[in-house]
């Protein structure tokens, strides 16, 4: 057999093996990239979404500061920290200090921790007197404010995930791999690894907790769950269930609302577990695949084109579906909270939605250009645009 059939061969076989690795609707994704189906419900919830009172803050949309002298490029946006009085931002090895009246730069500490200057800041924490910071190499270190190093860590696998914080425990998600390190010393407490398919996207794992639990999803597609006290696997049906495995994951979410513990499956599949009762009450619901969406509350919200939809995540059923030429086609959605009175979604053109009573009855445009990246911190909006400012609400 000549090297040039072999080849063909070879190249074959992994095209069957990739086809057969992505979900159906993942390759019809890429097929009508561009197109945009309108979203549909059959089932309609009379209730309407549950509101949260922690983030009830209204914001003067007019008033945002804009740090100077700055061109932040992290694709992250977890390399931000906004306190009372101050704003801290970790950049290629350097932390800003800016005030947080007009973004003005008011000191900066140089690193030489990591003498590669593009390794990306995955995770910036200031914690009591000291900063934890994660780069994406899977370098992991504790500085004092003075930038005195008290720790290092290196995990040796790439981080694409924040780091989580709890009970004097650092965890940390690799592709493969779950690990807890000390918060005091930086020592390794415990680890699990989880094998599965190769991946072949960044996005990073995600992590969500329930009292000692920690439920997570892996970028290696793996799901679990570990109680963090003991480092041991914590056995349910949650674990069992076998959920779509792809070589892309970057459609899937895990989050958790009181004692339910809530995945999106390739962006399409609804499941939502009972802690309590160790059992799903909502087992792959299929909803219509959606180009962008978020979980807030009660509801998952999904958008395509000029269609937004809100689900109840407790029954799948739709709380309500809107469909209206004032929503951008092409834009998709970044970020959402709820006030007492009404729902505010932030699309990445920058465009606000507010929606109250099942209605959009309001639209805006934060004039912050096209955004790359939004959260949510002490009751602070922070942006990042595609041309690298820092907008802070």
């Known amino acids: 057999m000549s090297f040039s059939i072999i080849i063909k061969i070879v190249f074959f076989s992994f095209f069957l093996l990739f086809l057969n690795s992505c979900s159906s609707n993942a390759i019809l994704d890429k097929i009508n990239n561009n197109e945009f189906y309108p979203l549909t419900s059959n089932e309609y919830d009379v209730g309407n979404i549950a509101i949260n009172n922690d983030y009830n803050k209204t914001f003067n949309y007019t008033e945002k500061i804009i740090l100077k002298n700055i061109k932040n490029t992290n694709p992250f946006l977890n390399n931000i920290i906004v306190k009372a009085d101050k704003i801290y931002v970790f950049y290629k090895n350097v932390i800003y200090q800016f005030d947080k009246n007009n973004g003005e730069i008011l000191s900066k500490k140089t690193f030489e921790i990591n003498q590669n200057i593009e390794d990306q800041v995955v995770s910036f924490h200031l914690i009591g007197d000291s900063f934890i910071v994660a ?37 940390i998600l690799n592709a493969d791999k779950i690990s807890s390190i000390s918060f005091e010393s930086g020592i390794k407490i415990w680890s699990h690894f989880f094998e599965d398919i190769p991946i072949y996207q960044a996005k990073g794992g995600q992590l969500k907790n329930f009292f000692n639990i920690l439920y997570f999803i892996l970028p290696n597609n793996k799901v679990g769950s570990i109680d963090y006290n003991f480092g041991t696997i914590h056995h349910s049906k949650f674990n069992e269930i076998s959920f779509i495995s792809s070589i892309n994951n970057s459609r899937d979410q895990i989050y958790v609302y009181k004692n339910f513990i809530i995945y999106l499956d390739e962006g399409k599949y609804l ?34 084109g000029e269609y937004i939809q809100a689900i109840n995540i407790l029954n799948g059923m739709t709380y309500w579906l809107i469909k209206d030429d004032r929503i951008n086609k092409k834009s998709s959605i970044t970020f959402a909270r709820n006030l007492n009175s009404h ?51």
């Open 271 to 304: 499941y939502t577990f009972d802690i309590f009762n160790n059992e799903f009450i909502v087992f792959k619901k299929n909803i219509d695949y959606a180009k962008s969406n978020l979980f807030i509350n009660d509801a998952l919200i999904l958008k395509n």
């Open 135 to 171: 780069y994406k190499s899977g370098l992991v270190f504790r500085v004092n404010l003075k930038g005195d190093l008290i720790w290092l860590y290196n995990s040796k696998k790439i981080i694409n995930s924040p780091l989580n914080f709890f009970d004097e425990q650092i965890i």
């Open 343 to 393: 729902l505010e979604i932030i699309l990445n053109n920058g465009d606000l939605l507010k929606i109250k009573n099942k209605k959009l009855f309001e639209t805006d445009n934060l004039n912050v250009g096209k955004i790359n990246k939004i959260t949510f911190e002490n009751q602070n909006i922070i942006i990042s645009n595609e041309s690298g400012k820092t907008i802070i609400f």
